[in-house]
């Protein structure tokens, strides 16, 4: 079955770029959509934002001026950049499956990788 | 922005049923998904469709969605199904087009 996994450094310094990728195992990245969720410490679930293998983004316009998102179908991978971090983007940060379904006009996340925590700190 | 309205907290004792709801403005024409979170675990989806198990969830569980008022029912609950549980909808007419509910921990007596 599909897993994913995250990777990156787990400290980065305030104004600085944090950057994770996600590997995707047993299965293609092609022809699905892609996306990223935090968790802060103890609190609830955000929404980052999601690619599709086209390259074609969705982000969340409360962080679309500092994310960038991409991916790579050769590696099965597809990767985060959230630029200018301060402490308040401190969480764990997940990849996860979006499993999009335009003509009903939903989606669901399925599955998750088991997340990464990065923490903002000089 | 669409916002989906969860109870921070339900508690129920072993073998009874446990019914954590999700609310949100005529969510009943929208379809919702369900996950349950386990501590310092990733989440993981239980529910979609509204009612929908996906392969390995126990038919202990089950959903239903009409009117302003989605409903995560989990029967003959486990000590195993203690659990933060979120509801989640695609709202196309707001943004963040994906949007959490704010999480039920659920507790077994």
């Known amino acids: 079955q599909v897993q994913l996994q995250e990777s990156g450094p787990g400290l980065v310094k305030p104004s600085e770029t944090l950057s994770l990728t996600c590997t995707v195992s047993g299965g293609s990245i092609s022809s699905y959509y892609w996306s990223w969720i935090r968790q802060p410490a103890g609190k609830g679930l955000e929404w980052i934002g999601r690619?599709?293998?086209?390259?074609?983004?969705n982000y969340n316009p409360s962080l679309k001026s500092r994310v960038t998102m991409s991916v790579d179908t050769s590696k099965n991978q597809f990767s985060l950049k959230l630029s200018s971090v301060t402490a308040a983007d401190t969480a764990v940060y997940y990849c996860?499956?979006?499993?999009?379904?335009?003509?009903?006009?939903?989606?669901?996340?399925?599955?998750w990788g088991q997340g990464t925590l990065v923490t903002v700190s000089s | 922005s669409y916002v989906l309205t969860q109870p921070p907290s339900v508690s129920v004792a072993p073998g009874k049923t446990a019914r954590i709801t999700c609310g949100g403005n005529n969510i009943g024409s929208k379809s919702v998904h369900w996950y349950q979170q386990k501590p310092g675990q990733a989440p993981v989806l239980v529910i979609y469709y509204d009612s929908d198990r996906p392969s390995g969830i126990p038919e202990r569980f089950s959903g239903s969605n009409s009117g302003n008022t989605a409903t995560l029912t989990i029967s003959r609950v486990e000590a195993g199904d203690e659990a933060d549980y979120y509801c989640q909808v695609w709202d196309s007419s707001s943004d963040p087009y994906v949007v959490f509910g704010g999480g039920t921990k659920l507790t077994v007596l």
């Open positions: 690619i599709y293998t086209s390259g074609s983004t």
């Open positions: 996860a499956r979006d499993l999009t379904m335009i003509v009903a006009r939903t989606n669901w996340f399925d599955p």
